[in-house]
């Protein structure tokens, strides 16, 4: 399934509210969102056609073209595209998409995104599930399904997409130098069933493989354990500068003062001091692959 997926069809002929909701709370993307809108009904009316004629010639109803036109509902490419054509926009509105793609992910998910697009160097442990950067889709999709209260279809395919998105740091040019740490007990519970977590113990091994990155397991059985504490990422960047976060430390805050970014540093050597080595740590997780 497409993260860009248009929903279920109404038999009216129109797809059943496409599209994600405009957090309230996000200024710039808010702004963007109604800057979108109103330039699709300038065009629409320019072209002479009412919104219910509109939205029957791209395939949506009436209502979400109210909607995204108001800044209420932030549109899926798809939209973008088939409003571009059907109002002989020249790939105007279809540019759009390029400030709506940066603006349709939830705004904490974005500003964590950016950091990682700007690091060169990212250190993370994991302790309750694989770390997201290292998930499949169907993983993804398997986790958010299990969170309470249940997210709508809808919600979750925003954040599998947003999720997806930030897998651009695999991508990168010159690309960064990535350690993770994984906790034995997340790579023992089969999230989604047997076949989706045999892809996901794969991707694992895929990505363990890659030159930039450093994968490792942390044996439950150890006696000592700095890690204790809950999860730890620490990202830096080319000017010298760093930020971090843990659960455990500065009441999970961002932080970026380098007193506090040594605590957060010396909990992280010393988890990958006593983690099993990166070849270890392959051979560990294909035992467990091998036995799913």
């Known amino acids: ?54 939205g ?4 949506y109803g009436e209502d979400l ?17 088939r409003a571009d054509d059907v109002l002989g926009a020249g790939g105007k509105i279809a540019a759009m998409k390029r400030d709506v793609a940066e603006v349709r992910y939830p705004k ?10 700007r690091a060169v160097e990212l250190v993370a442990y994991h302790n309750h599930n694989v770390n997201g950067l290292l998930q ?16 709508t279809l809808d919600e979750m395919d925003r954040m599998v997409a947003a999720r997806l998105a930030r897998h651009s740091i695999f991508d990168r040019d010159p690309l960064p130098s990535l350690s993770f740490v994984q906790e034995e007990v997340t790579l023992r519970r089969p999230v ?16 363990g493989q890659m030159r930039n990155v450093v994968s490792q397991v942390m044996p439950t059985h150890h006696e000592e354990h700095p890690g204790t504490g809950g999860l730890i990422e620490v990202l830096k960047f080319p000017d010298g500068s760093a930020v971090g976060r843990s659960e455990g430390a500065f009441a999970g805050r961002p932080v970026s003062d380098p007193k506090q970014l040594r605590i957060l540093e010396l909990r992280c050597g010393m988890i990958r001091a006593q983690a099993l080595s990166p070849r270890e740590s392959r051979a560990f997780i294909e035992q467990v692959l091998g036995e799913t």
């Open 1 to 54: 399934m497409s993260v860009d997926g248009i929903g279920t069809e109404q038999g009216g002929g129109g797809a059943d509210e496409p599209g994600w909701d405009v957090d309230p709370d996000d200024e710039p993307g808010v702004a963007v969102i109604a800057a979108v809108g109103r330039q699709i009904k300038a065009w629409r009316e320019a072209a002479g056609m009412r919104a219910g004629a509109f």
């Open 56 to 59: 029957a010639a791209i395939g």
């Open 65 to 81: 073209v109210y909607k995204v036109e108001g800044g209420r509902r932030i549109p899926r490419p798809e939209f973008l595209d």
């Open 108 to 117: 904490k998910i974005r500003d964590l995104a950016k950091l990682e697009a």
């Open 136 to 151: 499949t889709e169907a993983h993804m999709r398997a986790l958010f399904a299990s969170w309470l209260p249940a997210y």
């Open 192 to 207: 989604g069933g047997t076949m989706a977590w045999r892809r996901q113990l794969e991707r694992l091994l895929e990505i």
